[in-house]
């Protein structure tokens, strides 16, 4: 059983950062890709950003490249996403992501219905 913890979410005035942190256990980490989506109330969820199982190849979002930094540290079994620069429109549970299947690389997380274990999100609020 896969399980996904993430942390480090909060209140943050427009422009400033934030920097969440994902656990995760029941598997060999190092071996999936990881990522983070992100979901507001009314809307669909939506990707945000992905690293492949080695942690050579990430990818983003349009919305956030320049901005969000994603990471992982294998020895902490924990990925990371860097949010610098936070807009109002960037509120939302963002929740962690675990590929299904290993060594992915995690490109494909922008299309519809990704194979992937969730965890319970945390919340990111942006004031304005």
């Known amino acids: 059983q896969v399980q996904l913890v993430e942390s480090g979410g909060g209140l943050v005035q427009a422009g400033g950062s934030l920097r969440l942190s994902c656990g995760a256990s029941?598997?060999?980490?190092?071996?999936?890709?990881m990522g983070w989506f992100r979901q507001v109330p009314g809307k669909e969820r939506e990707f945000v950003a992905s690293?492949?199982?080695?942690?050579?190849?990430?990818y983003y979002a349009d919305s956030v490249k320049g901005r969000f930094t994603i990471s992982r540290d294998n020895a902490k079994n924990t990925v990371y996403l860097q949010m610098n620069s936070l807009k109002p429109e960037d509120a939302a549970v963002y929740c962690c992501?675990?590929?299904?299947?290993?060594?992915?690389?995690?490109?494909?997380?922008?299309?519809?219905?990704?194979?992937?274990?969730w965890g319970q999100g945390t919340q990111v609020t942006v004031s304005s």
């Open positions: 992501a675990a590929d299904v299947n290993p060594f992915t690389l995690g490109s494909n997380w922008d299309r519809p219905h990704p194979n992937l274990y």
């Open positions: 029941g598997r060999t980490f190092s071996n999936y890709a």
């Open positions: 690293i492949s199982w080695g942690g050579r190849y990430t």
